[in-house]
């Protein structure tokens, strides 16, 4: 397993997400314990992009329950439809929540967190978990975070689950 990211410090995000997508496949291969692989894969995310809280809510007897993350402390759980990780869990898509605050329901973990992107995770047809992340700016994702992170969810059920 290697050390070290490898990044490119400055220019466009695309690029970031394109260099670290085939090292997460890396650390991910070979690794059959997901709890590990969830953990290295927000690790990466919080190296490459310093995001203020980068994690998973694990699908668990009908409730989200927090998994591996980097950042502050979190919610440990969270019913369906509420928040914008239960909304992302119901709705099966995505959630690009530009203010926090103009997102009904939205479930304040830390009163820092302005704006978040929510990834649902499937495994086959089923939800089973949620990749949340949150920034302490507003407005700070975009088309092409819900590109690059939703093609990072599913090439984790191939990695995960196949
Ligand atoms: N804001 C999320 C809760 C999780 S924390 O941001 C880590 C939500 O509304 O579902």
């Given at each position: 397993?290697?050390?070290?990211?490898?990044f490119?410090?400055?220019?466009?995000?695309?690029?970031?997400?394109?260099?670290?997508?085939?090292?997460?496949?890396?650390?991910?291969?070979?690794?059959?314990?997901?709890?590990?692989?969830?953990?290295?894969?927000?690790?990466?995310?919080?190296?490459?992009?310093?995001?203020?809280?980068?994690?998973?809510?694990?699908v668990?007897?009908?409730?989200?329950?927090?998994?591996?993350?980097?950042?502050?402390?979190?919610?440990?759980?969270?019913?369906?439809?509420?928040?914008?990780?239960?909304?992302?869990?119901?709705?099966?898509?995505?959630?690009?929540?530009?203010?926090?605050?103009?997102?009904?329901?939205?479930?304040?973990?830390?009163?820092?967190?302005?704006?978040?992107?929510?990834?649902?995770?499937f495994?086959?047809?089923?939800?089973?978990?949620?990749?949340?992340?949150?920034?302490?700016?507003?407005?700070?994702?975009?088309?092409?975070?819900?590109?690059?992170?939703?093609?990072?969810?599913?090439r984790?059920?191939?990695?995960?689950?196949?």
């Open positions: 397993m290697s050390e070290s990211l490898y490119p410090e400055s220019g466009l995000k695309s690029d970031k997400y394109e260099a670290i997508l085939p090292q997460i496949e890396a650390l991910v291969q070979g690794e059959p314990d997901l709890t590990a692989n969830l953990a290295n894969v927000a690790a990466v995310l919080k190296e490459a992009f310093g995001f203020f809280w980068v994690g998973f809510y694990l668990k007897e009908n409730q989200l329950v927090l998994g591996p993350f980097q950042g502050p402390i979190a919610c440990t759980r969270i019913s369906m439809g509420k928040g914008v990780c239960g909304t992302a869990w119901k709705e099966r898509k995505t959630q690009l929540v530009p203010d926090v605050d103009a997102f009904p329901g939205h479930i304040a973990c830390s009163s820092a967190s302005k704006s978040e992107i929510v990834v649902p995770g495994q086959e047809d089923t939800v089973w978990c949620v990749l949340d992340v949150d920034s302490d700016q507003l407005n700070d994702f975009d088309e092409i975070d819900q590109q690059y992170l939703e093609k990072l969810m599913s984790l059920d191939e990695l995960l689950f196949r």
